[in-house]
């Protein structure tokens, strides 16, 4: 008999088709025997390159030979963009779009269109950051709209909302977050009607819910600016909570399996969480008795210190990249650290694990591919464009009057590597006006 979560599983991700549906590949399904490439230049191994309609720091997601990606367009965010494109050729099959409910004024400080959408058999969900939410079928019929900032908003966040939704089979969770009133969503996927909600304390946080699977039941667990919190996906109860964290404002928890996930936390731009961090980066352990459900942390990584990029679990191996690149990699089992290296660029992007490689990408462009294992071995560093071909992202405040904020806007005006899908032999790659195919 199988598991209920075997078969929500299955059922999120058939076996016949290739598919990359959510945030971080949550639920994907590629075909092993394909293999990724190893090596490429902005003038080798490149399928295609498409410029996008708008700007987005979303990942694309992906479901059999569609591709697809959100942006947002207009000195004010005033539509947003739901592209869909070709895997084959990079053709576009077709776009929609939907005025911005709550406008504000776009900039390199605030989100644009950073949550990453969903798909499933039956449909793509796009969750923007004014709350406004929409699916359609894979052809591009509209299915359904919300504008969640009505009812739970408005989200006036200093960076603007950043959280991608997760999902089960029937209900996606939408983290609503910010210095107000702030909650936790869960939306039925085929009306996109609210099946439950929680209040949560305000928070400044970037940070994704995950589902995380123990003994079958799946658990919506939340790391975000404090408390790692695990809810119940069909009521929203919440079943346990863990409470010494801090500087968990911008990564997502990685379900490692047999109900153990990896959290991170960041010490801050200023150092102010830093003692925090340091116990904050680690494994815990989620365990069911007959009293119900408990949490304990099983190690922690020691001066691991993440930025964007999410830690990821392959062959038995943690590994962590900070904010100037460097690597630090544990055992599953013990926490021992295994070794601290170098890559090429820090990451925005969380790393990428596929058989015996783990590609790192550089936020900058430069994909430092490395051997999976317990001794590091570079095997390739991979310039994915010249930077000289790609002009500075528009509405740079040029006026801005705070020297730090001006040369923040210099910083954050270049291309930026911000996610990833894979595709059989490909990778998808997207920077917030473009996207790549990798083979």
Same mark, same amino acid.
């Given at each position: 008999?199988?598991?209920?979560?075997?078969?929500?599983?299955? +059922?999120?991700?058939?076996?016949?088709?290739?598919?990359?549906?959510?945030?971080?590949?949550?639920?994907?399904? =590629?075909?092993?025997?394909?293999?990724?490439?190893?090596?490429?230049?902005?003038?080798?191994?490149?399928?295609?390159?498409?410029?996008?309609?708008?700007?987005?720091?979303?990942?694309?997601?992906?479901?059999?030979?569609?591709?697809?990606?959100?942006?947002?367009?207009?000195?004010?965010?005033?539509?947003?963009?739901?592209?869909?494109?070709?895997?084959?050729?990079?053709?576009?099959?077709?776009?929609?779009?939907? +005025?911005?409910?709550?406008?504000?004024?776009?900039?390199?400080?605030?989100?644009?269109?950073?949550?990453?959408?969903?798909?499933?058999?039956?449909?793509? *969900?796009?969750?923007?950051?004014?709350?406004?939410?929409?699916?359609?079928?894979?052809?591009?019929?509209?299915?359904?709209? =919300?504008?969640?900032?009505?009812?739970?908003?408005?989200?006036?966040?200093?960076?603007?909302?950043? %959280?991608?939704?997760?999902?089960?089979?029937?209900?996606?969770?939408?983290?609503?977050?910010?210095?107000?009133?702030?909650?936790?969503?869960?939306?039925?996927?085929?009306?996109?009607?609210?099946?439950?909600?929680?209040?949560?304390?305000?928070?400044?946080?970037?940070?994704?819910?995950?589902?995380? +699977?123990?003994?079958?039941?799946?658990?919506?667990?939340?790391?975000?600016?404090?408390?790692?919190?695990?809810?119940?996906?069909?009521?929203?109860?919440?079943?346990?909570?863990?409470?010494?964290?801090?500087?968990?404002?911008?990564?997502?928890? *990685?379900?490692?399996?047999?109900?153990?996930?990896?959290?991170?936390?960041?010490?801050?731009?200023?150092?102010?969480?830093?003692?925090?961090?340091?116990?904050?980066?680690?494994?815990?352990?989620?365990?069911?008795?007959?009293?119900?459900?408990?949490?304990?942390?099983?190690?922690?990584?020691?001066? +691991?210190?993440?930025?964007?990029?999410?830690?990821?679990?392959?062959?038995?191996?943690?590994?962590?990249?900070?904010?100037?690149?460097?690597?630090?990699?544990?055992?599953?089992?013990?926490?021992?650290?295994?070794?601290?290296?170098?890559?090429?660029?820090?990451?925005? %992007?969380?790393?990428?694990?596929?058989?015996?490689?783990?590609?790192?990408?550089?936020?900058?462009?430069?994909?430092?591919?490395?051997?999976?294992?317990?001794?590091?071995?570079?095997?390739?560093?991979?310039?994915?464009?010249?930077?000289?071909?790609?002009?500075?992202?528009?509405?740079?405040?040029?006026?801005?009057?705070?020297?730090?904020?001006?040369?923040?806007?210099?910083?954050?005006?270049?291309?930026?590597?911000?996610?990833?899908?894979?595709?059989?032999?490909?990778?998808?790659?997207? *920077?917030?006006?473009?996207?790549?195919?990798?083979?």
């Amino acid at each position: 008999m199988l598991s209920p979560l075997l078969l929500i599983l299955l +059922a999120v991700v058939p076996e016949t088709i290739t598919t990359w549906p959510a945030f971080l590949g949550a639920g994907a399904q =590629r075909d092993v025997t394909q293999s990724l490439p190893l090596e490429w230049s902005p003038t080798d191994h490149i399928a295609w390159q498409i410029g996008l309609t708008g700007y987005g720091q979303s990942s694309p997601v992906l479901w059999g030979d569609r591709v697809f990606v959100t942006s947002v367009e207009g000195p004010k965010k005033d539509t947003f963009h739901t592209l869909c494109f070709d895997l084959a050729t990079g053709a576009e099959l077709w776009r929609k779009s939907i +005025a911005n409910s709550s406008p504000v004024d776009s900039s390199v400080y605030v989100s644009r269109a950073a949550p990453t959408p969903l798909v499933d058999a039956e449909r793509i *969900i796009c969750q923007f950051e004014s709350g406004d939410c929409v699916a359609y079928t894979h052809t591009g019929e509209k299915l359904w709209s =919300r504008q969640l900032g009505e009812e739970y908003g408005p989200f006036t966040p200093e960076f603007g909302l950043g %959280a991608s939704p997760c999902q089960t089979q029937t209900h996606l969770y939408v983290l609503l977050e910010q210095e107000g009133p702030s909650c936790l969503v869960a939306l039925d996927k085929a009306t996109g009607a609210t099946t439950w909600e929680i209040d949560r304390e305000p928070a400044k946080s970037w940070s994704s819910p995950a589902i995380v +699977a123990v003994n079958g039941v799946p658990h919506v667990v939340v790391s975000s600016s404090g408390p790692v919190v695990g809810y119940d996906a069909q009521t929203g109860d919440t079943l346990w909570s863990f409470d010494d964290v801090a500087g968990n404002t911008a990564t997502t928890p *990685i379900d490692c399996g047999q109900g153990r996930f990896l959290i991170a936390a960041s010490p801050g731009r200023g150092g102010e969480n830093a003692a925090e961090a340091k116990r904050s980066n680690a494994l815990l352990q989620i365990t069911q008795s007959d009293g119900g459900w408990s949490i304990e942390r099983k190690w922690i990584a020691e001066d +691991a210190t993440p930025s964007w990029a999410s830690p990821i679990v392959h062959q038995g191996i943690a590994y962590w990249i900070n904010r100037v690149g460097v690597i630090y990699s544990f055992d599953v089992e013990t926490g021992e650290a295994v070794y601290t290296k170098r890559a090429k660029q820090s990451s925005w %992007a969380t790393p990428l694990a596929v058989d015996d490689r783990i590609y790192f990408f550089g936020k900058e462009g430069i994909t430092t591919v490395v051997r999976a294992g317990r001794e590091f071995e570079e095997l390739a560093a991979n310039q994915l464009w010249n930077p000289e071909d790609i002009p500075p992202t528009a509405n740079t405040p040029a006026d801005e009057s705070n020297e730090e904020r001006r040369r923040s806007a210099a910083m954050f005006s270049k291309p930026t590597l911000y996610g990833c899908a894979v595709a059989n032999d490909r990778l998808l790659l997207r *920077i917030g006006n473009r996207l790549y195919c990798v083979h």
